[in-house]
Structures are given as C-alpha cells and as structure tokens.
C-alpha cells in the first residue's frame, strides 16, 4: 500500500526523470522499508520523503529539458539556422483528466458569474416594484395595468426605429384616452389632452423621430399643461410586455435571500465619539423580510444622544420601511404625506415604538444627488415635519407616482390616480428633489453632520 | 533553461563522490554510506539522489559501471555507479576548500584543535 503511494508521488516529477530513475527510486523506497521497519523508523521514513519531494522537485522542473530527438540532415554552416526537433510527449491520461476537470470548473465558475448578474437585476426589479426608478425600459415594474387601449395592438415603431406621423397620431391618441380615462384630475385631463392635440396640429412634433426625443417631448407638453409633474410618457426600445407578470415565487426567494446576504442593506450600525448614532442605509428594504433587522438596528442605535441616518447611497424602496423607520423618530402617530398613496391609516407613522429613546433626540439625514424615491420620501416628510436636519445635496427628484399604463409595444405612461393630501407645499419633490437644509458636498456630509450634533448636543 | 550547477558543490553531491572513493555502489548502497559518513545526519531521498547523480553524470565526475543483482539484497538488478578521476579531482577540490575554511575559523578562534 505505502509503495502505492509512494509510486504515486513519483508521478509528479517530470517524465523524463521518472523514465530515467523512476524504477530505480521505488526500489530504494522498497529497500528502506524493508530495512526500516517499526513505527518510528517508517514514520521517520515518510518524513523523509516528504521532504525530500519538496527539496528536490522544484529543481526538477527548473532544468527540465527536452531531449533532441531529431536533426537536420544538412551540414550546418555559420550563420545559417539550422532546425533540431525536440521529443514530444504524449500528454499522460491523468493530465488530461486534469485538464478536463479545469476547463469545466472554469466554464462552471463564468456559467456561475452570467447566472448571479442575472439574478441581481431581478433583484434590482423586485427592489423597485412598487417606487419605480428612472423611466427606463429595464425598470418598469408597475403592477397596477390596465386595459389597453385600441393603439395598443399596433406596434409605433418602424423596422429602422424611426417614427412616422401615423404611428406618433398613434401614441397621441393613446395618450389622450388615457388621461380621460384615468387621470384623477378630470379638468386637467380635458386640458392636457386638448394641449396635446395642439401641439400636433401646430406641427410641433414634426422634426423629431427619435422614441426617446418623442416620449420627453409628450412628457414636457403634458407637465407644461398639467402642472403635473407625475405625468409622464415613457419609451422603451425593447419591447414592452402586454401582461407583465408580478414577481414569481423564485424572484422573492433570491430577493429574500440577496437582502439576508447584504444585511437588509443596513451597511452600518455605529455609535460614533461623542455619542452619536450613525446608521448608513443603501435602501427601504421589504418588512417582511428585513423587519427584524430594521429592528435589531435601530434598538443597538436605542441608548445615543443624536441619530446621523447616511443615505447617500440609499435609491429608495418600500413604503412600508420608509413608515417603519420614521416611527422611531416621533413619540404620537404622524402623518407621512406620501404621493404614491391616497391617504389612509398607512399615512400615519405607528409611534410610539415600545421602548424607543430616539424619539426627542436630534437626527440628521445626509443626501446626495443619488438619493432617490423612497429615501426622497423619508427625507422630504422628515424635513417638512422639522424632526431632521438634511445635510448633504439636492436629491434625485425621482417621485414617479403615477401608475402605469402601457400605450404600444414601445410606449407607456405614468398618470396620477391618487390624491394625497400635501400638508406642507404645493409641490414635493417630483423633479426638482429635496433640499438640504446645510448645503454641502455628498463626500463632507458625514463630517458636517458631525459637528453640527456636538454642537447641538453642546447646547442642550 | 538553465543547467544544473555544481560550482558551487552541493553537500548531496560531495557525499556522494565520498561515499563512491573505494568501491562501486548502487543508489541504495550510496544512501546508506552517505548515512553512515555523516552519523545519520544527511539521509538522501530518491528525489535528491538521483537528480545528484544525474547532475555527476552529465558533468562526468561519475559513471555507471554495470546492472548487477546485490547479494545482500536479493534477485534485483541494480545501476552501479563508479568516480571517476574527474570526480575524484572535483572531490579533493571541495575538501581543500572546506580544510581551508576550517583554517580560517581555527585562526579566527571559533574552533580550537590543530591545524589540518
């Protein structure tokens, strides 16, 4: 057995080696073993060999060479290259089990890589069901469709991409009917949909062709005549599903599983010096599967002074996180003006949380240009109510409430179907986003915030 | 690709030019010498042993000699190997060298004794 082995060690070293002394160093294993019986003398063999292996089997390969097996017949003459040939040696069948198995587990590892970047987009779908993102075709999730009208049947767009005036007739009139339908403003519905019967007869849209150009162009006409800026037409170069189908059961398992991964993406829970709360928060992650960890966060952040919440890489999410969180800030239920949903029982934060001291403390929200949706949510609601300082740069402005209707193959459109009340401004942050209350670069907004707690925390 | 060096010589190697100074021996029989001319110390796998014999080989410091059996080891056939005068030169080289780095420490006081 332990020649077996042996012989088996032999095989890493270079065949020529093995072809030349293979024989003769098995027979010097069998040789020791046959003198060297006993537990220590075999164990003090082994430990030999071992070292032996590792001593001498770099040196092998190092000056390994490739035996000439063949010259050119022709006399060599100075200055004139010559060709020798050197041995070839069939590959043994164990190296090309080696290779075999390599290439597999390297095709395996990139068949594994495509597969998970494929899971996260569905992840980052599924993330943004209900607050979609920017207007692209990748991030329309919009459940809430409804029956589509006649232009729907017929595709809007050319083989090469291009629009022609019947197909934009198309798209208008689909608009229009739309807005009638569902527009929660029936007045401004007349009124928008007449702008953009002007508009197309005074040749407005003429020169453009583009589907993107066209859908910005649509968008402007019916926020100009609106004063709107929930409306908005969408165009898609991909094609745009008739019955777009909710989340399956396997997207919500990879969604669950990516968010116990990532932590719920709770990135960090510190308490910083002077006692201060810091907890960095890259999205509203679902309740349902992250509550607990919504939870654990804000009781580990229970016994600080002051609460510094980074959303800086935070692109929004659930509604219901958004409320979940904001609990934690008041001590009475308070009302969370919120423009995706008309008013109801959900508008209002369930404060007080049991055991909650972060009620009175001073908070701080840092912002930066990609703050958006749900995080402009959290941000614009805190700031208006005056329970948080806003510390950073004017937030994305992505509030796209309004529901989703698809128009053609390459259209759709988000229309307004709900009508919350704003308690504190006309406007929200539909487009323009939310101020900060202390203007400064994303990348200083922590230090900032800083030192504007102590200051504050000084005072008291 | 580079060559296998014997400048400087490697201790495996000078071993085994002493060990093979008075008779012709087998792998095995060089191993055991080798043991035996170091107390133990110096116990030569088959890896070292025959890349150093290679090594002498191919720079002609020993030779084989025949394939015989060895009575004291049953029915196998067994590579002899011989020094040759090159090997023999090479050896006495080395030990020159060593008795010379011995002067040295001796002088030095790092080793007391007489000088060799």
Known sequence: MSEKIYAWLLRLYPSRFRETYGDEALQLFRDRARDERGFFPQLRLWSDLIGDLANSLPGEYLHIQPGVVGASAQPRFAGIPSFFFVREELPRPGALLFGCMMSLLTLTAIWGSLNSAGNYRAVRRLASRQSPGPSTSTQQPLPQLRPMDAAATMPAVTENGKLDTAEKQRVINGAINNLKRHYVYPDAAQKTAESLLVHEMNGDDDPITDGAAFARLLTSQMRDASDDMHLEVVYSEAPLPEHPSGPTAEDLERYRQAMEQGNCTFEKVEILPHNIGYLKLNSFPDPSVCEATARAAMNRLNDVDAIIFDLRDNRGGEPDMVMLMAAYLFDHPEYMYNPRENTTERSWTRSPVPGNRLADKPAFLLTSRSTASGAEHFSYDLKMLKRATLVGETTAGAAHSGVWHRIDEHFGMGITETKPINPFSKTDWAIVGVEPDVTVKAADALKTAQKLAVRRLQKR | ?116
């Not at chain 2, 090479?90 to 020159?96: C, G, I, K, N």
């Not at chain 2, 060298?97 to 002067?103: D, E, K, N, V």
């Open chain 2, 1 to 116: 690709m580079p060559k296998r060096k014997l400048h400087p010589l490697p201790a495996a190697a000078f071993q085994i030019l002493l060990s093979l100074v008075g008779e012709d021996l087998h792998g095995y029989g060089i191993m055991r010498q080798v043991a035996a001319q170091t107390d133990g110390r110096m116990r030569l796998g088959p890896g070292t042993l025959y890349s150093s014999i290679q090594t002498l080989l191919e720079g002609k410091f020993i030779e084989e000699v025949d394939v015989r059996e060895d009575a004291n080891l049953g029915q196998e056939r067994r590579r002899y190997y011989r020094l040759t005068v090159a090997g023999r030169k090479l050896a006495r080289s080395e030990a020159e060298r060593l008795a010379g780095l011995l002067r040295v420490a001796r002088t030095k006081k790092v080793l007391r004794g007489e000088y060799v």
